[in-house]
């Protein structure tokens, strides 16, 4: 199947049954310089033409000092392409570096989260969209399960805390092949992250797992994503959902529990 069909349906399956964009949103793609956000602004712009929403797509990018390449000539590709596009520097990160230069994920995370809402709302955007993809799904359901001790993974569609922006994941039944295949037709500049480059023990150890498995299961990602939209509550243990008492709940008894969480 040609390559921009599947990409496109893929997304436009994940767009359409999480309702991820709207009427009049402005879309603001976070764009790391990788395949796959940079695959993901294509697709968010090709959509724009064919979908029966109206939006529009715009591209920002967070400096937190860990590229390891030039940013200039992805600017100047993007610049031809005629996208609009924010280059930020955020200097709280910069001097992170400088001073706490062993500091941890979660750290930076919170500086770059801050940056972001900080560039998204000067755009006038209130959606903005990440490039995590199918696989990034099934090692967080996987490394959730096996090292947290939850049955959870990423979720498709959340809200910043205040509710002002919308967060969506439009990759998500969009696997790491796809990205790379078409991130390579594009001719783009990738502009890799050192973060990137440095995969823990536990994501390296949930990667060789998948692909030992899908030497033989080739179709194993596809399968675990559909588990994730497919949850039988009474055939776990948690007794929020386990018919104890001789009274199975209703489906809408079921979601009491979530709800008021």
Known sequence: MDLEKTLLRKVGEAVGRFKMIRDGDRVAVALSGGKDSLTLLEALLMLKNRAPVDFTVCAFTVEQGKFLRPIEPLGEYLKQRGIDWTYHQDRPSMRLLTEQPDHGCDLCSRYRRRAVYQIVRGLGANVIAFGHTADDFCESFLRNAMFTG???????????????????????????????????????????????????????????????????????????????GNIEPDRLLDTRYLDLDGHKPTPAESLLPILSE
Request: some cysteine; charged content about 25%.
């Open 150 to 228: 939850r049955i959870s993974a990423l979720p498709p569609v959340t809200y910043s805390r205040d509710k002002e922006f919308r967060l969506i994941r439009p990759l998500a039944f969009v696997t790491e092949d796809i990205t790379q295949r078409f991130a390579e037709t594009l001719g783009a500049p990738i502009v890799p992250c050192g973060c990137s480059q440095r995969t823990g023990t536990v994501r390296k150890s949930i990667r060789s797992l998948f692909s030992d498995i899908e030497k033989d299961y080739p179709h194993l990602k596809e399968t675990l994503l559909s588990a994730m």
